[in-house]
């Protein structure tokens, strides 16, 4: 079973609604990534929290807004998005980002589709 | 150049085969290095860690890195088709902000009976 939870596994969503991907660790980690994957392709970073505290946007469209709430806690809040948004989202945790390991555990992901 | 560059696959290999998988970068400084498994349809797994030159083993994988020549390696010895999924290098760039992990293409493995 993985440590990382993420909710919910499947979401189709119109151009004009909001809706939100949530995610849970329990593994006392500090940091916490989503990531974007295409079919065939690596995951993409599009953002880090470091201590509840952002630390890496990668140019990401504001169309998506993260949010941590608390430590355990990260949300991906979506809104307008696009057709070619649609992907598989996952969140990460690792330790602590100040130890600059590549350690990652991984969520099961959010297959989402933007109709 | 990529910075993370991966053997083309698909790779195919018979159950009971050594698989070897190949990872090159391309920043010399970098420290720390990574191998993840996702199966298809499911979420990266990380399988193994090295941060230093030579060989690491754990069970039947074995991943090798030669910082000199800027390469990085894994071997799975006797193949199941259970390890039938695609093979993610992964690798801390020096420079690049803590917590960035850069992502090699991935190399699809099938093991065949």
């Known amino acids: 079973d993985t440590e990382v939870t993420q909710t919910p596994k499947h979401l189709v969503m119109g151009m004009t609604n909001k809706k939100s991907l949530k995610c849970e660790q329990h593994?006392?980690?500090?940091?916490m990534y989503w990531y974007k994957q295409k079919a065939k392709k690596p995951p993409e970073l599009m953002f880090v929290?470091?201590?509840?505290?952002?630390?890496i946007n990668e140019s990401v469209p504001s169309r998506f807004s993260p949010e941590c709430p608390n430590s355990s806690l990260l949300n991906l809040h979506l809104h307008a998005l696009q057709p070619e948004d649609s992907a598989l989202y996952l969140c990460?945790?690792?330790?602590?980002?100040?130890?600059?390991?590549?350690?990652?555990?991984f969520g099961e992901g959010s297959r989402l589709t933007v109709l | 150049q990529k910075e993370v560059e991966q053997n083309s696959g698909p790779l195919s290999v018979p159950e009971g085969a050594i698989a070897s998988l190949n990872c090159t970068y391309s920043d010399r400084g970098s420290q720390s290095f990574f191998w993840y498994r996702q199966y298809s349809g499911k979420s990266p797994e990380l399988i193994m860690s090295?941060?230093?030159?030579g060989d690491k083993e754990d069970g039947r994988f074995t991943a090798q890195l030669n910082k000199a020549s800027q390469y990085v390696s894994l071997l799975i010895r006797d193949s199941q088709p259970s390890d039938s999924a695609t093979y993610l290098c992964a690798v801390n760039i020096l420079g690049t902000s803590y917590g960035k992990l850069t992502f090699g293409q991935g190399t699809i493995l099938t093991v065949h009976p």
């Open positions: 929290y470091s201590y509840e505290k952002l630390s």
């Open positions: 593994m006392g980690h500090r940091a």
């Open positions: 990460a945790s690792s330790q602590d980002v100040r130890l600059n390991t590549g350690e990652l555990f």
């Open positions: 090295i941060y230093s030159n």
